[in-house]
């Protein structure tokens, strides 16, 4: 039987659990399960690097799924032990599949900004959440369409016309279940012409011995003249599974960010899809992964240029240790009566390891002239005569290692614009390649050592 079969199965069975969500959510299921039907009885070919980051492996384990919203406990604090402190955010916290606002979050939300549960906005404003939701996702992939079908609940958050929001809102998804669970999360992002907001997302997984799997998408409409961060930590176990797919539309004027940054986990797929439909918009993605043990993690981009006197820059990095495997593919298409477009593509990896492996494929459509466009990418080992020479001058040599590939992963971190998440993410970084784990639930970092990845 195939994977997504048991899902449509368990939807039938709990149809009437599900026709209780608000109308502008259950609305879309219809056009989900119709696409899903479609899917497994011919599926779309994929080109995947590893078996693993097929369809049809990726959710075949049988998950369970929190249809009757029951609550579970969770010790956020437990999520932030080995943190970085002092970080002022507007926080909330989605624990499995469930909005949670933090007590300060209403209190704290300026004029014209809302973070707020998505069930409550489609049921209080249906008209409003029918306007954007699953506009440009659209059930156009499996994994999106299974989110769609299984949807109860997500985070909205929406930026009023001209408001410039300071303090950075953040978004913690938490599993927090003892027995194997699937979230379907939903993010939805409006910002309004003129607006700007800088946006944290991070992922934990508190009990190491359970599976857990993040079936994610982010739909993010950036409108005229707005500038949206967002900037993705994943601090997940080895037993936990994310697909997030990104869905971003950008009006003229525009700018958008979204750095994605693996630094633990299990399987993880990030896949890109932008759309620059405005004159003079502005698209900057990129991340770093650091991948140990038996670790994949893919990034996928797919950015189309249909506008005049754009620009996109995208820079990933990897450093892969052990066994763990990574993959890239990014794709720029420039369409035509996009003339004047700028866009480059790097992807830069380091294998740290001799069991470590890597597969990149960055791609170019172009179809119209005066364009200046770039891509390339590039696999390799640390420096060794840069080894040899800081041993030298009385190195160690694990220490040189390490700050080797710190220098490597450098470039990603200074392209963060703001400096209080530039510097938490150095932080991350560095003790992540020290080999302790940033989510630890005791309150020594030396209790927590996974893999030494150094």
């Known amino acids: 039987m195939s994977s997504l079969k048991q899902y449509i199965d368990l939807y039938n069975e ?8 608000p109308y502008a959510i259950s609305q ?8 899903l039907a479609r899917y497994i009885q011919k599926p779309s070919k994929e080109h995947v690097a590893y078996p693993e980051l097929a369809t049809e492996y990726f959710f075949a384990p049988d998950y369970g799924l929190n249809i009757n919203r029951m609550q579970f406990a969770v010790d956020i604090a437990a999520s932030f032990k080995c943190d970085v402190p002092n970080i002022s955010t507007l926080l909330a916290v989605v624990v499995n599949d469930t909005f949670r606002p933090t007590a300060l979050l209403e209190k704290n939300l300026p004029q014209g900004v809302t973070v707020c549960s998505l069930a409550h906005i489609a049921k209080t404003k249906p008209e409003w959440t029918s306007k954007y939701l699953n506009v440009l996702a659209d059930d156009s992939t499996a994994a999106s369409a299974l989110n769609t079908l299984l949807l109860q609940d997500g985070v909205v958050i929406h930026i009023s016309k001209g408001v410039k929001l300071d303090k950075p809102i953040q978004i913690v998804n938490i599993f927090n279940s003892t027995a194997p669970l699937m979230a379907s999360r939903r993010i939805l992002v409006v910002a309004e012409e003129d607006s700007s907001a800088k946006v944290l997302i991070c992922d934990h997984s508190q009990l190491r011995d359970v599976e857990y799997l993040s079936d994610e998408v982010i739909e993010i409409f950036a409108e005229k003249g707005s500038n949206i961060e967002i900037y993705d930590i994943e601090e997940s176990t080895t037993t936990t599974r994310r697909i997030r797919q990104v869905f971003c539309r950008q009006e003229a004027e525009s700018a958008f960010t979204m750095m994605a940054n693996t630094l633990s986990g299990g399987i993880s797929i990030n896949d890109f899809h932008v759309s620059s439909i405005g004159d003079n918009t ?25 506008s005049r006197h754009s620009t996109s820059d995208q820079l990933f990095k990897y450093a892969l240790f052990e066994e763990s495997r990574g ?3 990014g794709k720029i298409i420039v369409a035509e009566g996009a003339e004047f477009t700028d866009a480059s593509q ?17 791609q170019l459509e172009i179809y119209c002239d005066e364009v200046k466009c770039s891509h390339g990418a590039t696999t390799g080992q640390l420096d060794e005569r840069a080894l040899f020479y800081m041993q030298t001058r009385g190195i160690p040599q694990e220490e040189a290692k390490l700050m080797l590939t710190q220098a490597f992963m450098a470039d990603v971190i200074e392209s963060i614009s703001f400096d209080i998440i530039r510097e938490r993410l150095r932080f991350l970084v560095e003790k992540r390649l020290c080999g302790a784990s940033a989510t630890c639930s005791t309150g020594e970092c030396s209790g927590c050592k996974t893999s030494n990845v150094n």
């Open 28 to 35: 879309l299921r219809n056009h989900a399960i119709d696409f």
């Open 282 to 306: 502005h698209t900057h993605l990129g991340g770093l992964v650091i991948g140990a043990l038996k670790q994949i993690v893919e990034n996928k981009v797919n950015l189309v240029h249909d």
């Open 14 to 21: 709990n149809k009437l659990v599900f026709d209780q969500s």
């Open 327 to 329: 993959a890239f593919g």
């Open 346 to 362: 790097s992807n830069r990896n380091l294998l740290a390891s001799d069991n470590a492996r890597m597969a990149t494929a960055p």
